[in-house]
């Protein structure tokens, strides 16, 4: 049966109301996957030239025990983000850890001090970190006998505004190429058998994996797999974490090095910065401030 109307309309709405330099601002948007079973989410018609444009979106699922994992995430590590003097003006610091971190660590001793730990590492290093990805030998003692050792991955990007922390987990499950390619089993060739003008796939993360391009990564092994990613223009990662309770959204695009080639970060409907060919310029949300 055709699809109801759903929140990747929106996604695909902030999308196309700022992509290439706002050109598809006033595009009609046909919700073809609504009227249609098994077609193509939307296609965009843009009026300046009649250009058309199709847009395709999945979310990539959880990794593996993921609800159990956040159960011990949650009370623990959360928390850190209350800490109001841990925000840098301008920069939205992300601080992942490691998948697991705590479930060889069963006593409750043992992972408060690992909690205490990161907390009093991102207050002496938040000044100093990198932009972009970057990842952090640590050690923290938990016990006489041994400390607990781990990296710490981290990505600063511009925010503007206060700035804000917020602390997630590193997808360090082995199973990131199966839930690629379950992606990419169905809507890869509605795309291509869509007859526009360019292609779009959107892979949305509700549960960030620090390194998109570990993600791309996997896609590439699976290009003779799946021959119809030759058809496709551009493959954009949506990051959706923080949107339900936020309402943030950021859009990444990535060259073929792995570098970030382009982005689109949105509060509700205000586009709050975008990168395009490499050079970071505010939107008019933050020129507004």
Not at 9 to 33: G, P
């Amino acid at each position: 049966m055709p699809t109801n109307s759903r929140r990747e309309n929106i996604f695909i709405e902030r999308f196309l109301s700022a992509y290439e330099n706002y050109s598809w601002a006033d595009a009609t948007i046909d919700w073809v996957d609504e009227k249609i079973d098994g077609a193509v989410e939307a296609i965009a018609t843009r009026k300046s030239d009649g250009k058309t444009l199709a847009v395709e979106h999945t979310i990539v699922e959880p990794f593996l025990k993921e609800k159990e994992d956040f159960a011990f995430f949650e009370r623990a590590f959360l928390k850190i983000e209350k800490d109001t003097d841990l925000p840098v003006p301008g920069r939205w610091i992300q601080v992942f850890i490691p998948f697991g971190a705590l479930r060889g660590y069963p006593r409750q001793e043992a992972q408060d001090a690992i909690v205490d730990g990161v907390h009093e590492w991102l207050r002496t290093n938040r000044l100093l970190l990198p932009f972009d990805f970057s990842e952090h030998p640590a050690s923290f003692p938990i016990s006489r006998k041994k400390p607990f050792k781990t990296t710490i991955y981290t990505r600063v990007t511009n925010l503007p505004g206060a700035g804000r922390v917020h602390v997630r987990r590193q997808q360090m499950d082995n199973n990131l190429g199966d839930v690629v390619e379950k992606a990419l089993k169905k809507k890869p060739p509605k795309l291509v058998q869509t007859r526009v003008d360019k292609r779009i796939l959107i892979l949305e993360r509700q549960h960030m994996n620090l390194l998109a391009t570990q993600m791309l990564g996997e896609l590439n092994k699976r290009k003779v797999k799946f021959p119809e990613l030759a058809s496709i223009d551009e493959i954009w990662i949506l990051e959706t974490m923080f949107y339900e309770r936020e309402g943030y959204l950021r859009f990444e695009l990535f060259d073929d090095h792995g570098s970030l080639a382009a982005s689109l970060d949105f509060k509700g409907d205000e586009l709050l910065d975008t990168v395009a060919n490499r050079i970071m310029v505010p939107g008019p949300a933050a020129n507004r401030k």
